[in-house]
């Protein structure tokens, strides 16, 4: 048996444990927030907080979940930079399909909490294992940078 | 069914391998891509899986003067950032996958993966860095240029571990890395080169190159570290000459899903006119 916090709550699965978390996250527990792009880590659409480092839920076996934290975009927008990004990303036009949107959310996330006021350089490289093939990446960069500059004032200031 | 392990110490882990002969498991991002089978379906191990990241004493960093140790359970994300780390390597850690991927890969996971494009693999060989590997009963090092075999294939015994890769002090005055792939992020690489030397800005003094994915396995380019080394900087020019001569003889490349001999042989050897003109000061033939 493999315990873990989904969102803060605690959640266990029978499942093998080289089952891939995307799928337990999914057709376990119904957090359908994480979707499966191209299964094979290149384009970050089952991004997830893993002890808060990013990580792609379809490359990550059950097993190293065991005793760790995971959170997803479900419980990403219950928090107030979750909201935020929402917010900014739909403000921005940020979000056309949707599907890549909340993996890079999740990437988004990680960037912020270690650098809460990246440069335009350093968004691109934080959200660089994230594919979308709608917007052309602009308005994406656009909602991250806004969210950082409202962290910043919020924060008094900015850097 | 597959039995797997998650041990929380080294010791144990290294009786589980002996015992079972269990497949390490490290970042898990080259073997889970490798191995998987869809959505919904177990990824297709066929042996014993031995989870690694619980392993505290394979995840060591430390700087005893002489040497680097890097432990093989480090990440690429700490690679990148950890101020040990020589800003060259960590340069090479950045330019690999993405962020999401460099959170869990491995150092010992991308060197046992023994991909001719593994991109540690050329900063290692032309630093002399050697591997460490453990049993329960032996303990050995080697130069990771012996360590790799050829594509997939390392030196690792059935009951060993690789614990930690151990990098010589050194700190070149020159230093450079390129690799070319479809995209700067998340892209395996076509080719790439490695190089570093040590110049006073007239004469090279130490020079070491190592061309990635030209190859079944990383290649040193020891004739042109010949031709360079002792050579004056205003001599480059002609030196260059012979040395993509030498280049183009030493790789033997392939045709792939990533890109063509043609195209590698003729990239590693502009690689190596690149860091002969640009980081050795050398004017263009």
Known sequence: MTGFTLNGVPVSSASHPLTRLLD?????????????????????ACAVLL????????LVPLGQADGRAVVTMAGLRETARGRALVEAFAREGAVQCGFCTPGLVMAAEALLAADPAPDEHAIRVGLAGNL??????ETIVRAVAAVAREDGRGEGGGR | MIDTFRPSSLEEALEIRASRRAVPFAGGTDLMVKLRRGAGVLPGFEHPVLFLD???ELAVLRDDGAALEIG????????????LVPGPLAEVARSMAGPGIRSVATVGGNVCNASPAADLLPFLYSHNARVRLISRSTRRTLPVEEFVRGPGATEVGPDELLAALIVPGWSPTVSFWRKAGTRRANALTKVSLFACADTDGAVVHRARLAL???????????EVERMLEGAAVAD??????????ACAAAVRPIDDQRSTADYRRTAAC????????????GRRA
Do not use: Q, W
């Open chain 2, 236 to 245: 480059l020019g002609a030196v260059a000459r012979r040395a993509l001569d």
């Open chain 2, 212 to 222: 990635g994915a030209v190859a079944p396995t990383v290649v040193r380019l020891r």
């Open chain 2, 54 to 56: 619980r392993c505290a």
């Open chain 1, 132 to 137: 979308c093939r709608c917007t052309g990446y």
């Open chain 2, 72 to 83: 093989a359970m480090v990440t690429l994300a700490r690679l990148a950032a950890d101020p």
């Open chain 1, 51 to 58: 002890d808060g480092r990013l990580v792609n839920s379809c």
């Open chain 2, 270 to 281: 502009g690689l190596v006119e690149h860091f002969i003109a640009r980081g050795l000061g």
């Open chain 1, 24 to 44: 337990v996250l999914r057709d376990e527990l119904g957090d359908f927030s994480v979707k499966e792009g191209c299964g094979e880590g290149e384009c970050g």
